[in-house]
């Protein structure tokens, strides 16, 4: 049997993890700032997280949710604690996707409404409602198209009031990313954030804020939203959540009731999913990570500032983007296997950086002087070959 060959993949095996560090099969080392997709929020196997799944599958590896689970409700008032959203209600899932399913499913149950505000650039996953309300039609099969999800352009304020005065009574959700992460890193607005809350108000609609990628602490709060000061009704939430253990979940504001088997899972909030990610949240408050996220994001930001053919350099704490003119089109290549430093991308010509919440200076300068190093290199010699 062969695998089902979908992902365009680097060459490259990795066999040890550390940190902000990754080694390959060769025992070369490489620099991890992206976190594979802002996956890794507390650093590569760190000591907490390695010990907590260790012991949590020395007890019980996994029931599912038919028995009562102690750790669930730990879970919760961790979370709860450290996000701020101690009102809230936890229901524990397995992926961004599935968590964004059951967001807007939770919504239109909660109103018995089906139209959906999402907006352009979007991307909530690739299960059958998540991939409607993503601008991808590359990645929409004809079973998933739907004519109840409206596009909007992100950060529009006029296109948003227009659509809720004409069909306010027939939305069920608006589903927006505090920050745009394959989109490219585009940052909502603040105004905007709260002309959504406003709106959902006034018309009984659902705001969901998709912080799969966003939320977790990687903005430098724990939900990139709360830079707008308003509540979303429901944030979802997976990536980071787990620190690479498949965990996800979505906490509801307390004027959305729960109603029995509205909802189920077979694996979510198993009890190593529950350790995994009280072991992130843990770290996360101990070490101080919403503050590093902040602190290294500004600095990353302010050294990126200073070269010249970086544009638009954007974000909040560690989800960093800049724009690269096309003699640089080349640039995340050279930076993987001349410098051995992993970065993301999104198209057409964007880098993403999302390393870890722990990077410390000394990985954000080495960054900094192989990214000066390469361009410096690439103008120099704008026809070499890679």
Known sequence: ???????????????????????????????????????????????????????????????S??????????????????SGKESYQLFLCNSGAEANE??????????NRKKIIAFKKSFHGRTSLAVAVTDN????????????????????????DAIFRAQG??????????????????????TFLQKIRKNCDQYNSVFIADSVQCGYGRSGKFFSQDYSGVNADI????????????????????????VPLMLGTTFGGNHLACAAALAVLEVIESENLLENARKMGDYLQTGLA?????????????????????????????????????????????IRLLPSLALSKNDADIFLAAINEEIESMVSTPNQVN
């Open 1 to 63: 049997m062969k695998l089902f060959d979908v992902y365009p993949i680097n060459d490259i095996t990795i066999t040890k993890a550390q940190g902000s560090s990754v080694w390959d099969d060769k025992g070369t080392k490489y620099l991890d700032l992206y976190g594979g997709h802002a996956v890794i929020s507390i650093g590569h196997t760190h000591p907490h997280y390695v010990e907590r799944l260790n012991t949590q599958l020395s007890q019980v590896g996994f029931y």
């Open 65 to 82: 949710n038919s028995i009562r689970i102690p750790i669930q409700q730990e879970l919760a008032e961790k979370l709860g604690k450290v």
């Open 102 to 111: 059951n967001a807007l499913k939770l919504a239109s149950f909660y109103n």
């Open 137 to 160: 039609p590359k990645i929409i099969a004809p079973v998933n198209q739907t004519d109840n999800v409206i596009f909007l352009p992100f950060n529009d304020e006029s296109s948003l």
């Open 169 to 190: 009574d027939q939305i069920a959700a608006v589903i927006i990313e505090g920050i745009q992460g394959v989109g490219g890193i585009n940052v909502a607005s603040e």
């Open 235 to 258: 944030y979802t939430m997976a990536k980071g959540m787990g620190n690479g253990f498949p965990v996800a979940g979505i906490i509801i504001a307390p004027h959305i009731k729960p």
């Open 306 to 350: 200073k070269i010249p053919l970086l544009k638009n350099i954007r974000g909040r704490g560690l989800m960093i983007g800049f724009d690269l003119p096309e003699e640089l089109k080349d640039l995340r290549k050279n930076l993987l296997f001349k410098h051995h430093i992993f970065t993301g991308e999104a198209k057409p010509a964007v």
